[in-house]
């Protein structure tokens, strides 16, 4: 009789002092990405629609791209946008992270935090928005599949959901289905902080292209 082999569990190296939450480099992400597809700046900045200088500018760090400009790169790479706020883990099957700890990438209206880093789940990831007041999600409505929960953790959040406005305060939630046109905003005086999870019925979806695109 053949016993189940029990599956090791895979620990994330943990470090116990609180330092400051490094930041994710944009720019190098874009330089991989573009090199792994053997395109040269001039191709990409074609195919993005950008000029070659900005594309110089942010894989050499000296610039901060908007929203806007990483959904152009992110389409003419054929990536979802948070490819460009992914680091190198150790893929585990548990995430464990320590607040203070937790790499984000930095965006012209905040910073977003992938909550489930070296871990892949199907059907969605759950990340940490942080957003500067007035922060919003565009005139264009957003829809795509499956369903959409985010939970306000700190400042003041309206959601727009076909012609419904939620206010959201700290501890206050909300869950529907993403195929519904929506709106999101900071309209707090401070910046907020939210957990948003997107879980697409389609795989090949990907929302946070659409959420994280600016005017």
Known sequence: MHQRRKRKTQLPELNSSHSTPPLIDVGRNLHNLRNNRGLSM?????????????LSLI???????SVSTLQQLASALAVPITAFF???????????QKTGQRPQAAFTYGTVADLGAGLTLRGGQPLLVTLEPKANSGSTPIVHTGHEF???????????????????DPGDSLLFEA??????????????????IMCPADESDHPEDRHFKAE
């Not at 939970?151 to 206010?167: P, R």
């Not at 195929?179 to 948003?196: A, C, F, M, R, Y």
Request: glycine share 8%.
């Open 42 to 54: 001039r191709t990409l900045a074609g195919l993005s629609g950008l000029n070659v200088n900005t």
């Open 59 to 65: 894989e050499n760090g000296k610039t901060s791209p």
């Open 86 to 96: 992914e680091t190198v883990v150790t893929k585990n099957n548990i995430s464990y």
């Open 150 to 168: 985010v939970f306000c953790l700190e400042g003041k959040l309206a959601y727009t959901i076909e012609d419904h406005t939620f206010m959201l």
């Open 179 to 196: 195929q519904l046109p929506h709106l999101w905003q900071n309209v707090g005086e401070t910046i907020s902080k939210s957990l948003l």
